[in-house]
């Protein structure tokens, strides 16, 4: 059971370069997460996914683009790199999207993401 | 808008001592409230949690208390050690009646490095 899954671990890529950050979980959750993490900021929330299907924007979801290609993967792409998207991304899951009382959030191990 | 804030990026304590984490939230919409644990290259792991019915829960060394009035809760490790030297993020989610879509999403702090010494 490796949980959730993330590839690359690191990444350079030019300005202007597109990439896709790919994010697998193996526990059969329905509710998936992007996020990002920057000195100071905390983890902000790029996008999710409640259900298989379905996706929504999060709190800086511009510049990013996302696709819940089935249950167990959730993939992030960057189509034109900007220097502002250098930062560490991290996928995470849930077994269901708000269900009173259970809002933990299971977190892969992150892309670190250079863009020069 | 910070709706969640660690005011302090940084904590070193005594191996053996309390160690306390602060926490502040501004949306009186957030009833559900979780702490993460994070080593450098790998991401956050949960650690506890507590709804805002309860104002203190415990596990093992780990207490979280909740001052809804103050919008305040605190993490305390007790008795710290050496392998709890990490960064310690608190999140909040709204309540399920909160409306729209937004119960279920975490909103997090920026983190506290904890730092134990031997």
């Known amino acids: 059971n490796a949980g959730v899954t993330q590839t690359p671990k690191f990444q350079v890529l030019k300005t202007g370069q597109s990439m896709t950050l790919q994010c697998a979980q193996d526990?059969?959750?329905?509710?998936m997460y992007w996020y990002r993490q920057d000195p100071g900021m905390g983890l902000r929330l790029i996008y999710y996914s409640a259900s298989e299907g379905t996706t929504d924007k999060g709190e800086v979801p511009n510049g990013y683009n996302v696709s819940r290609l089935n249950k167990r993967e959730f993939s992030l792409r960057l189509e034109s790199a900007a220097p502002s998207q250098t930062s560490v991304y991290f996928c995470?899951?849930?077994?269901?999207?708000?269900?009173?009382?259970?809002?933990?959030?299971?977190f892969g191990p992150g892309t670190r993401l250079t863009v020069t | 808008d910070q709706q969640v804030k660690q005011n302090s990026p940084s904590l070193s304590v005594q191996e053996g001592r309390i160690s306390i984490l602060n926490c502040d939230y501004t949306n009186s919409m957030f009833d559900y409230f979780l702490w993460y644990k994070k080593y450098p290259a790998e991401g956050p792991t949960f650690l506890i949690s507590?709804?805002?019915?309860?104002d203190k829960n415990e596990d093992g060394r780990f207490t979280v208390f909740l001052n809804k009035s103050a919008k305040h809760l605190s993490l305390h490790i007790v008795p710290s050690q050496p392998g709890d030297s990490a960064v310690y993020f608190c999140?909040?989610?709204?309540?399920?009646?909160?409306?729209?879509?937004?119960?279920?999403?975490?909103?997090f702090g920026q983190g506290t490095i904890l730092t134990v010494h031997p």
């Open positions: 999140a909040a989610s709204p309540n399920i009646n909160a409306g729209g879509t937004s119960y279920g999403k975490l909103t």
């Open positions: 995470a899951s849930s077994p269901h999207f708000g269900t009173s009382g259970n809002y933990e959030q299971y």
């Open positions: 526990m059969n959750h329905n509710s």
């Open positions: 507590i709804s805002s019915i309860k």
